[in-house]
């Protein structure tokens, strides 16, 4: 699998997901109002004290509740194994069918019930196919408006957040350049200013990472701010800190040894407390050619 066909963390991320949710009840909401009036087979009223209106509002309820489980499973599997662009495409049709089945039964059951006015039977399969198009279109479009928002989002995390070089000091120069890393939170906040030699890894923990790195007094030290790891990934491409994982960053300048195990291969930090970071297959190749081009 190529790296160009994973799916950006900022897809998959608990904010992001949860924040589609929301888009796109409300974007569903307002599409309900203003095209349910020309559709033959859609039923929904708001606004109105009828059972229609209770119907609407008890198959949105169903409908939140549907999408909200279906990205907690996808962020659980996105946490543990990697997505590719194939698989959330499909996973997002999948939603489409299940909200259209679950429609369709609705539907059938209700106007069989009565309290669900229709002026005709209409078959499974006609409710089924209508909601289909409704549903591509009420969440196709807040889908794909979320992605888009939250590429340009990430883009300009990457441009403004993040620097690579030395940094302005009132030190006298030193014969040999410390190279210095500068971490900014999403907020455009500066967080943390490291030296090269210092860091070991960083980690990934949601849409926060955490800084693995030794303090003057030769301590290993933690700290953690709110900053996607793609985003130093991109940031750092020309320096020593290369990804290795999903959830890790190296400092290449800090690797030991690269050792094989049952799952794969591990990088060895070697430095006491730091466990060996494992490699994925993904990253693989591109580890070992680095480690192997180091003189």
């Known amino acids: 699998m190529a790296a160009s066909d994973r799916i950006p963390d900022y897809l998959v991320g608990s904010h992001q997901l949860a924040s589609t949710v929301v888009f796109s009840t409300l974007f569903s909401l307002v599409f309900i109002l203003l095209i349910s009036p020309y559709l033959r087979f859609v039923w929904f009223s708001i606004g109105l004290a009828s059972q229609q209106s209770l119907m609407t509002i008890v198959f949105m309820s169903l409908v939140i509740v549907i999408l909200a489980l279906s990205k907690m499973v996808m962020y659980a599997i996105a946490r543990k194994h990697t997505l590719i662009y194939f698989d959330y495409v499909m996973w997002c049709f999948g939603e489409v069918v299940l909200i ?3 429609y369709a039964a609705f539907s059938v059951n209700g106007i069989a019930a009565g309290v669900i006015p229709h002026p005709e039977e209409i078959s499974f399969l006609k409710l089924f196919l209508s909601a289909m198009g409704f549903c591509l279109i009420s969440l196709g479009v807040p889908y ?10 990430d883009k300009n995390n990457t441009i403004r957040l993040m620097s690579f070089g030395a940094i302005t000091t009132d030190e006298a120069p030193s014969l040999t350049r ?4 500068t971490l900014y939170d999403n907020s455009g906040s500066l967080k943390l200013v490291v030296s090269l030699s210092n860091l070991y890894y960083i980690e990934s923990d949601d849409n926060y990472i955490k800084v693995w790195y030794q303090d003057s007094e030769g301590t290993l030290k933690q700290y953690m701010l709110r900053c996607r790891l793609k985003t130093v990934e991109e940031s750092f491409t020309n320096s020593d ?3 290795c994982h999903r959830k890790y960053i190296v400092n290449f300048g800090k690797v030991e040894m690269i050792s094989r195990t049952k799952d794969g291969f591990a990088i060895d930090l070697g430095l006491g407390g730091i466990d060996p970071i494992p490699v994925s297959k993904t990253y693989e190749d591109n580890v070992l050619a680095r480690f192997n081009s180091r003189g």
């Open 100 to 102: 259209s089945l679950a």
């Open 144 to 153: 794909l408006l979320s992605a888009f928002f939250f590429a340009i989002e």
């Open 241 to 243: 800190l290369v990804r």
């Open 178 to 181: 410390d190279e210095k890393i």
